[in-house]
């Protein structure tokens, strides 16, 4: 529930708005300082997309929908190479995420999300794609996730965040709704 989490006020209201309207863009963009939750608000928008038994719009947080979504953790990345080429699945089947590997996000697993947001949901309503630090994406990623974003499926959704918005390509900018995370106050 966005009650759990701390601060961005107006996030939540606008997120709630989204969910209210039943018109959830296909593509946001999370911008903020590092460490003001936008990786937690986007599992939490995640669990709110795909949740058994919602609450009004919110997440109950206790099917097992939710359970699994706030399972979600990163592990390390192993020493196999193809590990920094791949989605990072969560313990729930229509959301997977996409972070850097030694500051570069690399093509492979942009082509995946490509490929993975084309198919329905398994289990859930909607898939998400959260990409963490997008700034960090290179070239190559960057124009493979343009493809998505350009004609996101309707039962997809990605969710980009980053603390350098003007790092991104400005394609790729124009193609998000961006959602504005204030710093959090002592």
Known sequence: MFSTLIGNEEVKNSLRRLLESKRVPGSLLFTGNEGVGKK??????????????PRGVEACDSCSSCKRISQSTCPPFGKDEDDKNRLIWSEHADVAMVRPYKQIIR????????REANFRPFEGAARVFIVEDAEYMNDTAANALLKTLEEPPSTSHLIL????PT??????????????FAPISA
């Open 167 to 180: 790092a991104l390509l400005a394609t790729i900018r124009s193609r998000c709704q961006t959602i504005r």
């Open 161 to 164: 965040t980053t603390a350098n």
């Open 40 to 53: 937690l608000f986007a599992l939490e928008f995640a669990k709110a997309l795909n949740c058994r038994t």
């Open 107 to 114: 093509v492979g697993p942009m082509r995946e999300l490509e």
